[in-house]
């Protein structure tokens, strides 16, 4: 594994780690929180933002407009069958997510799910960076590279292992700032 290699799939492990943070509610409405809602159409699981338009008219709603009306019903289903944990509300033409305030135990949840979502992004890059510690051993194994050679790919595989960690520590912190900001 080359170090740009292990570079870029640490860098998609901290940019999935931002995905999954960004479908943590705050307490303010955030398209995003739809993000992983999957709704059966036409006996295919398709993502609701493929299905319909959805804004945030103000700081306490998200409004989900269908492209086809016909889908309304199925998608107010698969909001409430989803994770979310919000209550779609239909009015025939459109469907509104009214966003309640967050109770000072529903922040410590969400702070514990998001340092979950921090730790496994954390375990992905430690694993990618053993991945290429043993590729790099393996290569001095075979007489590829020399030891000195080895000793500082495998300080650099470090350093950026230390750098993508800190990363998802500073995105952690920007998270749970968000969510106990009342």
């Not at 945030?56 to 409004?63: E, G, K, N, S, Y």
């Not at 997510?97 to 109770?103: C, E, R």
């Not at 496994?120 to 050679?149: C, M, T, W």
Request: aromatic share 4%; proline share 4%; charged share 30%.
């Amino acid at each position: 594994m080359k170090l740009d290699e292990a570079s870029n799939k640490m860098k998609s492990s901290v940019e999935a780690t931002q995905r999954d943070f960004n479908t943590i509610r705050t307490g303010r409405a955030n398209s995003s929180l739809l993000d992983k809602v999957q709704v059966e159409y036409y006996g295919t699981p398709t993502p609701l933002k493929s299905l319909a338009n959805i804004s945030t008219p103000d700081a306490t709603t998200i409004l989900i407009q269908p492209y086809d009306k016909g889908s309304l019903n199925i998608i107010e289903k698969a909001i409430s069958m989803s994770d979310v944990g919000l209550t779609p509300s239909n009015d025939g033409s459109v469907i509104r997510l009214n966003i309640p305030p967050l109770t000072s135990d529903r922040r410590k949840e969400l702070v514990k799910l998001a340092a979950k979502y921090a730790e496994d992004g954390k375990v992905a890059i430690r694993n990618i960076r053993r991945e290429a510690l043993d590729s790099i051993r393996k290569q001095e194994k075979a007489a590829e590279i020399s030891e000195d050679e080895s000793r500082d790919l495998q300080d650099e595989v470090q350093k950026l292992t230390n750098k993508y960690t800190a990363k998802i520590d500073d995105l952690l912190a920007e998270k749970e700032k968000d969510i106990t900001t009342v």
